[in-house]
């Protein structure tokens, strides 16, 4: 049974037959002839389709390798250029960001970036009159992550976006990085205020080695990787049609039906928890409750269990969680986002991360529940 849906999904249905159907594709999109026009003809539908998903215009899609490569971009590509020109800039971003923001960010303050970084509440959402607060005449952009990957808490980026347009005259970027949230979340692009959103095929029943970055129009961007003219001169490389295909079939699908999705996942997602504190008492969950918390989220620790041996162990059994974001795994230290709500270091390293499907059900609860109950009996200390 597979629970780590923040890491990675499967392919859907419909996402599997696009990338099938366009595969036999050869040709490259920037050629003239006829193999090349009709890669071209697949790429610029995809890109079509994935820009009416979130509102917005196809020459705003810039399509990456992957999610990280589109937060790179956004944050590289805006920032870099000006820093090099001589300006003095600082961004503001929250310290449970994903690594793909913080390290790029990172790697500017050494060409005189200053980032300045929020803290969040114990429930892990951060207040949009923190990062006012935070905002500084210097104040270039603003980096959010719409939901956490690693407890689910939904950040207020409609109302952090407002903040920002209170003075207009001052021009603040707002970068969100959506790619945990659009299988759960409303993404018109218009209604969310941004400027530049990140985007993950492989988080949404679609495929792995395809991202994309929203940009919107007039915001100005240099590439981060050089070569050819692709993507309008804002990211070398050639396309891959068929994965945008099957990144824009998983994206309209996403889409659609948000409301009932949530509902039900969210309804399942509620009884694991009561199953969990059932067996488990001590269960501490990590992360908001209610309407904060993305619909398919549960962030535990169990005191006593190493959340390490707890998936390893979980995996013995037929059960696929995590401890933390996938891109992470190779640090050994416990999660700096579990930390950053106040957890110590013994319980942010039992912490492990259910992240449900969508098709999840009841009967998978109980057994994740009574799975969990067996390790923490035979393992804890």
């Known amino acids: 049974m597979y629970a780590d849906a923040a890491a990675a999904t499967p392919l859907s249905r419909r996402a599997k037959a696009e990338l099938l159907r366009v595969l036999p594709l050869y040709g490259n999109p920037g050629g003239l002839h006829q193999e090349a026009r009709a890669a071209k003809q697949e790429l610029e539908a995809a890109r079509k389709k994935i820009a009416d998903a979130i509102g917005a215009h196809p020459d705003e899609i810039v399509f990456t390798a992957s999610g990280t490569e589109a937060n790179n971009l956004a944050l590289l590509g ?10 003095k800039l600082s961004a503001v971003t929250s310290v449970i960001e994903h690594q793909s923001v913080l390290a790029p960010l990172r790697s500017l303050e050494r060409e005189g970036l200053e980032v300045v970084l929020v803290g969040v509440q114990p429930d892990g959402i951060l207040f949009p009159n923190a990062v006012s607060d935070a905002l500084r005449p210097d104040t270039a952009l603003v980096s959010v992550q719409l939901i956490n990957s690693e407890m689910g808490s939904m950040q207020p980026v409609r109302e952090i976006a407002k903040e920002l ?15 945990q949230a659009p299988l759960w979340l409303d993404l018109m692009v218009e209604r969310l205020g941004v400027d530049l ?26 590439p981060v990787i050089w070569g050819g003219g692709q993507e309008k001169g804002r990211r070398a490389g050639t396309e891959n049609a068929p994965l945008a295909a099957s990144f824009a079939a998983a994206l309209a699908d996403a889409q659609q039906g948000v409301g009932k999705r949530v509902k039900k996942v969210s309804a399942v997602r509620d009884f694991l928890l009561a199953e969990i504190k059932k067996v488990l008492p001590d269960a501490v969950l990590h ?3 209610g309407e904060s918390r993305v619909a398919n989220n549960l962030n535990i620790s169990i005191p006593g269990l190493d959340g390490q041996m707890a998936v390893v162990a979980m995996d013995a059994a037929g059960i696929a969680v995590s401890t933390r974001s996938a891109c992470s795994t190779d640090n050994e230290e416990p999660s700096y986002v579990i930390e950053a709500l106040g957890a110590d270091k013994k319980t942010a390293g039992e912490a492990i991360r259910i992240t449900l499907l969508p098709n999840v059900s009841y009967q998978d609860a109980r057994r994740i529940a009574q799975a969990l109950s067996e390790i923490a009996n035979r393992y804890r200390k």
């Not at 347009?165 to 990085?177: A, C, F, Q, S």
């Not at 959103?197 to 240099?222: E, H, N, S, V």
């Open 165 to 179: 347009r209170r003075v207009p005259e001052r021009k603040i970027l707002m970068h969100v990085d959506a790619s």
């Open 287 to 289: 992360g908001p409750s």
């Open 78 to 87: 805006t920032l870099a250029p000006r820093l090099r020109l001589g300006e």
């Open 197 to 222: 959103m990140t985007l993950d095929a492989q988080k949404i029943l679609g495929p792995k080695g395809i991202g994309a970055l929203y940009i919107k129009r007039g915001t100005l961007i240099d």
